[in-house]
């Protein structure tokens, strides 16, 4: 059975940075898509940044393009999330997802498993 586990979220100021880290567990299929997805109150859940197994296929949502940077060390079946210049928008709950095949996608449908989130919040 698949599992992810977030961890990392926090409060920051403006301008700030924060790692969120996602342990998997129980990936069995040798390619598979990754992802990163947050939801505010009252908003649809987003996507955010998508990583594929293959080729290291990385792409990012527009508001994040050039802020945060998507990551995996397979070695310790983690993914990683590093946000920098964070603004008081990203505040959201912050998701990992997974799920076998396919190419990256930040469509939440896409996805079969999912963490249970961690809360980043920033403001001043």
């Known amino acids: 059975q698949v599992q992810l586990v977030e961890s990392g979220g926090g409060s920051v100021q403006p301008g700030g940075s924060l790692r969120l880290s996602c342990a998997a567990s129980?990936?069995?299929?040798?390619?598979?898509?990754m992802g990163w997805f947050r939801q505010a109150p009252g908003k649809e859940r987003e996507g955010v940044a998508t990583i594929y197994s293959r080729n290291d296929y990385e792409y990012y949502a527009d508001s994040v393009r050039g802020r945060f940077t998507i990551s995996r060390d397979n070695a310790k079946n983690t993914l990683y999330l590093q946000m920098n210049s964070l603004k008081p928008e990203d505040t959201a709950m912050y998701y990992c997802?997974?799920?076998?095949?396919?190419?990256?996608?930040?469509?939440?449908?896409?996805?079969?498993?999912w963490g249970q989130g961690t809360q980043v919040t920033v403001s001043s």
């Open positions: 997802a997974a799920s076998p095949g396919g190419v990256g996608s930040l469509l939440p449908l896409d996805y079969n498993y």
């Open positions: 129980g990936i069995t299929d040798s390619l598979y898509r």
